[in-house]
């Protein structure tokens, strides 16, 4: 009972937080007038129609099926760059955190290279392979792989040797420590790592766009800015934002399947 009275009150919380948001939109479209801010409700109609059909991306070369085509293209190459830098940050993580010598070797141009800001990085993708999609994957695997390298080392750092250690007065070799103990103990800390991951990931892949992709949500953002298009800009925005979420609604489902154990994910 106290249980349902909780979830009720979140739920009420939550939607009256939603409310409060529309609310204070529909304030501001009003003050500020169409022009600069469209309302709630003519966002809600931009999103349903540029969906499949959009005379004004139609008119700047964007095609005649709405902002359809460039949400999928944008979501297969982030989905597709964010897979390829995650897996492979995960993997080089364990390896450098397995082995004291390839850490020490690696650890200064692994920090100097996360440092790098993306969009200081990007004129330099954009010059070595042009605006192609090569270029777009390439700064996705870029930045998913040491954001997940730095994750799963400083995971690996952060196990209570206690458990190691114990692992290893009943007879566990390094390897069987590493992956019976130390494996599982860094799961939730990575589960966080690949969710902000993945939430950059979408950014990233709308800035490449932006700097001359022949599609995606970026190039639609691009055509839309110079005849001021609010209304088509911010139902994009909102597009991307519920793919995101879904997206990481989805992830944090299966996280939570498959470790039913870690009680972070309660």
Known sequence: MERNLQKWQMTSLWVCGILLGVAVWTGLALWLGEFKLPAPQAIVRAML??????????????????????????????????????TLGVVFGLLIGYSRWLRLLLEAPIETMRTVPPLAAIPFFLMWFGPTQTAQLTMLVFYCFFMLLINTVSGIANVNPIYVNYAN??????????????????????????????????????????????????????????????????????????????????????????????????
């Open 49 to 86: 129609i540029d969906l499949t059909q959009s005379p004004i991306l139609e008119m700047q070369g964007g095609g005649s099926n709405g902002i359809w085509p460039h949400l999928l293209y944008t979501s297969e190459r982030t989905l597709l760059g964010s897979a390829i830098g995650v």
């Open 169 to 266: 007065t009943l007879g566990a070799t390094k390897a069987q420590a590493f992956r019976t103990v130390i494996l599982p103990a860094i799961i939730p800390e990575l589960i966080g790592g690949v969710r902000v991951a993945i939430g950059v990931a979408w950014g990233i892949q709308i800035v490449t766009e932006l700097m001359g992709a022949q599609q995606g949500m970026g190039q639609v953002f691009s055509m839309a800015m110079p005849i001021q298009a609010l209304d088509l800009i911010i139902a994009g925005i909102l597009w991307i934002t519920l793919l995101a979420a879904t997206t990481d609604l989805l992830f944090v489902r299966v996280a939570r399947t498959i470790t039913r154990w870690v009680p972070i994910h309660k």
